[in-house]
Antibody, heavy 117, light 107 residues
Framework: QVQLVESGGGVVQPGRSLRLSCAAS????????IHWVRQVPGKGLEWLAM????????MYADSVRGRFIISRDNSKNSVFLQMNSLTVADTARYYC??????????WGQGTLVTVSS | EIVLTQSPGTLSLSPGERATLSCRAS???????LAWYQQKPGQAPRLLIS???RRATGIPDRFSGSGSGTDFTLTVSRLEPEDFAVYYC?????????FGGGTKLEI
C-alpha cells in the first residue's frame, strides 16, 4: 500500500537549520511529484513547496522561498526539505503528500518541528 | 495568489442530516482544479474530492462536490458519526497551491 513517512523533525533553535525526509513506498516513486505542507497545531494547512517527479522543477511559497530547498533522490524513493534560518513562525507539523494529476492524493502522518530557544 | 474563503467556520449538525460547505475563490480556479480534504484530530488530511466533483478512491457516495469558477460546494448527504471533522478546500491550478481556512463540522 502507498506509504509516505516523514522524519527529521525535532526541537531546533532560531536561526538554525533542519532537514526533513519523506520516504515513500508502495508505488512507483519516480512517476509522482511530491509536496510539502505544514500545519501549526490547531490551525490550517499551508502549502510550502513542490518537486516534479523527475526533480526538474520546483516551486515554493513566498513564505519559504530562499530559505527552504526541496530535493529528491529517486534511487532512494525519498524527498527532502532543507530548512534554513528557522524562526519561531516555522513551528508546525510538516507533511509530505503525493501528486500525479495535481491533487494531493496520499499524505504522510507528518513530523513535528519546534523552533525554540 | 488565489485566496479561498470557506464558510461557515463551524457547522453544527446531527447524524443523518445534510451538510453543505462552501468554498469561494478570490479569482477563477484554473480548470476547476479544486479539491476537498477531510482531517480528523491527530490524523493527516485525506483527499475526498478532486477536480471540483470527482470522488477520490474509496470515498463514499454520500460525499459530493460541485461548482465551478469561483464558487464550490461540498455536500454530505446523510451525516455519519465518522464524518464529523474539519474540511479544507484547496486549489491546485496555480501556484501557490492555497488552502481555505477550513470548516469544522461538529455534532
Amino acid at each position: 500500500q502507498v506509504q509516505l513517512v516523514e522524519s527529521g523533525g525535532g526541537v531546533v533553535q532560531p536561526g538554525r537549520s533542519l532537514r526533513l525526509s519523506c520516504a515513500a513506498s508502495g508505488f512507483t516513486f519516480s512517476n509522482y511529484g511530491i509536496h510539502w505542507v505544514r500545519q501549526v497545531p490547531g490551525k490550517g494547512l499551508e502549502w510550502l513547496a513542490m518537486i516534479r517527479y523527475d526533480g526538474g522543477k520546483t516551486m515554493y511559497a513566498d513564505s519559504v522561498r530562499g530559505r527552504f530547498i526541496i530535493s529528491r533522490d529517486n534511487s532512494k524513493n525519498s524527498v527532502f526539505l532543507q530548512m534554513n534560518s528557522l524562526t519561531v513562525a516555522d513551528t508546525a507539523r510538516y507533511y509530505c503528500a503525493r501528486t500525479f494529476t495535481g491533487d494531493f492524493d496520499y499524505w504522510g502522518q507528518g513530523t513535528l518541528v519546534t523552533v525554540s530557544s | 495568489e488565489i485566496v479561498l474563503t470557506q464558510s461557515p467556520g463551524t457547522l453544527s449538525l446531527s447524524p443523518g442530516e445534510r451538510a453543505t460547505l462552501s468554498c469561494r475563490a478570490s479569482q477563477s480556479v484554473i480548470s476547476n482544479y479544486l479539491a476537498w480534504y477531510q482531517q480528523k484530530p491527530g490524523q493527516a488530511p485525506r483527499l475526498l474530492i478532486s477536480g471540483a466533483s470527482r470522488r477520490a478512491t474509496g470515498i463514499p457516495d454520500r460525499f459530493s462536490g460541485s461548482g465551478s469558477g469561483t464558487d464550490f460546494t461540498l455536500t454530505v448527504s446523510r451525516l455519519e458519526p465518522e464524518d464529523f471533522a474539519v474540511y479544507y478546500c484547496q486549489q491546485y491550478g496555480s501556484s501557490p497551491f492555497t488552502f481555505g481556512g477550513g470548516t469544522k463540522l461538529e455534532i
